[in-house]
């Protein structure tokens, strides 16, 4: 009998279709799987009573609610809570996988200087004797806690600096504390009141602000109607998953965002849309439509649609002052469903400057983004919970990590309200782990320490009796007859949060149009919100999924 080619191809189809059918490799399968979970180097849950209990998630200044479900002293899943009064239970994916961050392997665990391993007293005599030798910069990530507190009175005694790196989002807040001259913590938008937002490029939709907010918002006010109640117009280069879902969206050409802002200036300017006379853009629209690639008909018909439907507010992806001199000509500064002021009790900070002197050392705090490389020949002695690699610092010391430690949540950037949450250390931290307040406190024990702070800090508010508990239900402050119970409440993982700010004008002048160039380059968004290291679980809900795409994997 004659096998012709064309015949094994068909046996073999059928073979694989077979095997493919029988429950054979899919048996395999489980078992190897089931098998690989069991290699004893893999960490295991201890078994123990199983409880549940209600914090905050630390691992960005969001600071959303979380409920630990904790097994034997070890956190086991993380879901989100529904009575937190901004995330109303929404989480990232890095926040749902938080739990399995501890055991990463790139968890650090011993301190390390220059790829060596070495010990606390090494680290400490290196910082003491560089202070001694010339001043010392202390840099935070996340300003407002009370560990800032502890820093920024390490540095202030000696007359060495506090500085601070500013989130994305907080540097497109930038420049209205420029023109003001109130610190950026100060402001926050408006979402809830808004009913245009004209975004250049900010993720609104896949990861900015506090999870659950906008997006909320979003699907109560435009998810399938023609004719939203709240308009997003997106101006972005690619068409992004914020992109794809917006109202409208801008294809303009990359990295020509602040010109385009100019164009739009001039044309509400010359067409009498917004009630502000100036300043006038330098640019024409002829020139701004060749830099955008846009017509100039397509400029002019944008900005007519920004002022449709008002309160209209503009959100940058950082802080390029001819963007947010947008919200200046449309009367978005100070105003209901703009950019609002809120802070009573924010005190400036000084953002970190690579040129503010030369120290001789620096310490970086743990919030502090891992991408973040002071440009400095001075000693960089950096916390951190997980070596995400490449980093240039001198001394590497292991911070806390996920839920080791007690810190408390001050209002998160871009809100419009402030708050205030306490998360204790629910996980007892190896023992050789130390955060950089309690590293400056063994220097000066004269500081006041992290609890201390957080006491003093809910007197303060149960004194001022403003605004609600959210705990299980709402209690306005004034029920609680102690700061003390009203701390307790806190400390069991309820959220304080202010009455809202009565909104009013504030000083925001623009002399002239300012140049449209890239003056204060924010830190990508990507970049800065992907973690040094993600934990399996997010790896698989953020990468695998693409439920969050970086910008070269978008549709061009
Ligand atoms: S946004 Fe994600 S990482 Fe940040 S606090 Fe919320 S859950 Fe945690």
Known sequence: MKFSRRDLLIGSAGATAGFLLTPVPWKLLGDV???????????????????????????????????????????????????????????????????????????????????RAASWAEARAAFEKARKEGPVAVVDGRSGRAASSVLEAFAKKENDSYQVVPSVESQALAPYADWSGDPVSAFGYDLENVRTIVSFGAPLLDGWGAPGRFTRLWSERAVGAADPQLRLIQIESSLSRTAGCAWQWVPVREGSEAQLAAGVARVLLEEDLVAAQGPMPQLSLVEVAAQTGLTTEAIRDLARKMVENRPVMVIATDGNPAIAALNVLLG???????????????????????????????????????????????????????????????????????????????????????????????????????????????????????????????????????????????????????????????RKGAVWMDSPPRISAFRCELKEWPAENNVRQGTNWAAAWAPPVLPALATKLYQESNLRELPAGRQA
């Open 332 to 490: 978005a500064v100070g105003a209901p469903g703009g950019i609002i002021k809120r802070g009573e009790r924010v005190q400036p900070q000084a953002p970190y400057e690579a040129s503010g002197g030369s120290p001789r050392a620096i310490l970086l705090d743990a919030t502090v983004p891992w991408e973040f490389t002071p440009k400095t020949d001075g000693e960089v002695f950096r916390f951190a919970a997980w070596d995400g690699g490449g980093n240039k610092a001198d001394w590497l010391l292991p911070a806390p990590g996920f839920l080791e430690e007690l810190t408390d949540v001050p209002t998160a950037p871009t809100s419009a309200v402030d708050t205030y949450a306490v998360a204790l250390n629910l996980v007892a931290p190896p023992a050789e782990i130390k955060g950089a307040a309690q590293f400056l406190l063994e220097l000066d024990p004269s500081l006041r320490v992290v609890e201390q702070v957080i006491h003093r800090r809910c007197e303060e508010l149960f004194h001022a009796r403003r605004g609600m508990v959210y705990a299980e239900q709402a209690i306005a402050i004034t029920e609680f007859d102690s700061a003390q119970k009203f701390e307790e409440q806190l």
């Open 33 to 115: 799987s089931i098998w690989t979970q069991n290699w004893p180097w893999i960490p295991q849950p201890v078994r123990g009573p199983v409880e549940t209990t209600q914090s905050f998630c630390t691992l960005c200044a969001s600071g959303c609610g979380i409920r630990a479900r904790m097994a034997a002293g070890y956190p086991v899943g993380i879901s989100g809570v529904r009575n937190h009064p901004i995330t109303k239970g929404a989480l990232c994916p890095l926040g749902f996988a938080a739990h399995q961050l501890n055991w990463h392997p790139q968890r650090l665990r011993e301190v390390r200087h220059r790829g």
